[in-house]
């Protein structure tokens, strides 16, 4: 019987911690995070300031907890296209579509992106949430130099398997991976900030209003 009543209450706190930090996204989002108010957001998870004071000691604290809780469920869906096995082409058709259309449809992934390029962390005294989207930033650069890297080297490949034995193809000069990576890191944050404003401002999320944008990076 007690077991039973202390696994029901830290289930009860694990929900209330995850209602807190769902609201916080939102709330984050839509108002910044330097004017965002901590009581908006237990207004918002129909909580009291008490609860939220309970779970999360400041601003701080709540706004690291929503970035780690949400980053992961929300976005590595959409980054893992570019892991796939599918030709490089193919993949990151897959992944721009899936990119815009979830900025148009689905209001977490967009709200987790408005948060990610909040531009208010050091009004809001916050220097840790600065570093933590510069952390991510980065990583998405790197991930996207490893994908065009991998796209270089099966090209060269296809190239010198086309040639006949000993001959020597037309020296090539394609888009460097760091050149194509930093291109297309420009095009996920403006995309994102162009969602914030308004979702109708986004491009066409089909492969046809892609394709120009795949043929150039992997060109």
Do not use: N
């Not at 029901?8 to 769902?22: G, P, Y």
């Not at 893992?80 to 096995?85: N, P, R």
């Amino acid at each position: 019987m007690y077991d039973a009543l202390m696994r029901k209450t830290a289930e009860e706190a694990a929900q209330t911690r995850v209602s807190l930090m769902e609201a916080a996204l939102f709330v984050f989002a839509e108002q910044g995070l330097s004017s965002a108010r901590l009581a908006d957001v237990a207004q918002r998870a129909g909580l009291t300031r008490g609860a939220l004071y309970y779970h999360f000691a400041d601003k701080s604290t709540l706004h690291a907890a929503v970035m780690a809780h949400t980053w992961s469920t929300v976005t590595e869906p959409v980054w893992g296209i570019l892991a796939s096995d599918a030709p490089h082409d193919e993949r990151l058709g897959a992944f721009l579509t899936t990119w815009l259309r979830r900025l148009r449809h689905d209001a977490r992934f967009r709200a987790l992106l408005t948060l990610t390029l909040d531009g208010s962390h050091d009004a809001a005294g916050l220097p840790e949430a600065r570093a933590a989207k510069a952390s991510g930033l980065a990583d998405w650069q790197r991930e996207l130099e490893a994908f065009f890297a991998g796209h270089a080297a099966a090209s060269a490949a296809v190239a010198s398997a086309a040639l006949p034995a000993g001959a020597v193809g037309p020296p090539r000069e394609p888009v460097s991976p760091v050149s194509a990576a930093a291109s297309l890191l420009a095009w996920l944050c403006g995309t994102a900030l162009l969602a914030a404003t308004d979702p109708a401002l986004l491009p066409p999320d089909d492969a046809v209003g892609v394709a120009p944008l795949v043929r150039g990076l992997l060109s």
